[in-house]
T-cell receptor, first 116, second 111 residues
């Protein structure tokens, strides 16, 4: 297993366009997390899945954001009608079992979104 | 809610110098504490962790002790190397599965 994969690595889009990012977790990990990291800040939690169920969503996740994890495998994060404030690094992480203590979190390298 | 405060960077040190990066936290209950490291162009990697008061996490020469009385988890290394240059994030998790991160401290080690 090569770890957590994210695609694309970089995305430049015009304001108002929709974008979709993909995350492939470590295959045996049942939990998957999305975080957002803006320049000079630490990552902020967006949402997480246990298998295919989305168990928690941050208030940061506006109505323009939607995440899915069909069949409990890969996940997608879609942003509709992008705004310049959406420019950030979007990080995906996965873990096995009760990741409540963060043990076993593996992060991907992230997708850097630039909205122009 | 939970929060983490880290010393601002960048921290610039000469090779073999002693490193301290301060981290304090605010949390309800009994959080677990972590240091993550992000090397240029790479994802976040867990450096060390501590799950209860007075625990000491250690890895690759780095250490941090969970101090409940001072709500701190300062990162230390006795002798830094150029290869330690990276951004270091202090983080915690409580009863939920999500991590709360500090803003990160950039470390630059020079020869």
């Amino acid at each position: 297993d090569t770890g957590v994969s994210q695609d694309p690595r970089h995305k430049i889009t015009k304001r108002g366009q929709n974008v979709t990012f993909r995350c492939d977790p470590i295959s045996e990990h049942n939990r998957l997390y999305w975080y957002r990291q803006t320049l000079g800040q630490g990552p902020e939690f967006l949402t997480y899945f246990q298998n295919e169920a989305q168990l928690e969503k941050s208030r940061l996740l506006s109505d323009r954001f939607s995440a899915e994890r069909p069949k409990g495998s890969f996940s997608t994060l879609e942003i509709q009608r992008t705004e310049q404030g959406d420019s950030a690094m979007y990080l995906c992480a996965s873990s096995l079992g009760g990741g409540a203590i963060g043990y076993g979190y593996t992060f991907g390298s992230g997708t850097r979104l630039t909205v122009v | 809610g939970n929060s983490v405060t880290q010393m601002e960077g960048p921290v610039t040190l000469s090779e073999e110098a002693f490193l301290t990066i301060n981290c304090t936290y605010t949390a309800t209950g009994y959080p677990s504490l972590f240091w993550y490291v992000q090397y240029p162009g790479e994802g976040l990697q867990l450096l060390l962790k501590a799950t209860k008061a007075d625990d000491k996490g250690s890895n690759k020469g780095f250490e941090a002790t969970y101090r409940k009385e001072t709500t701190s988890f300062h990162l230390e290394k006795g002798s830094v190397q150029v290869s330690d240059s990276a951004v270091y994030f202090c983080a915690l998790t409580g009863t939920a599965s999500k991590l709360t991160f500090g803003t990160g401290t950039r470390l630059q080690v020079t020869l």
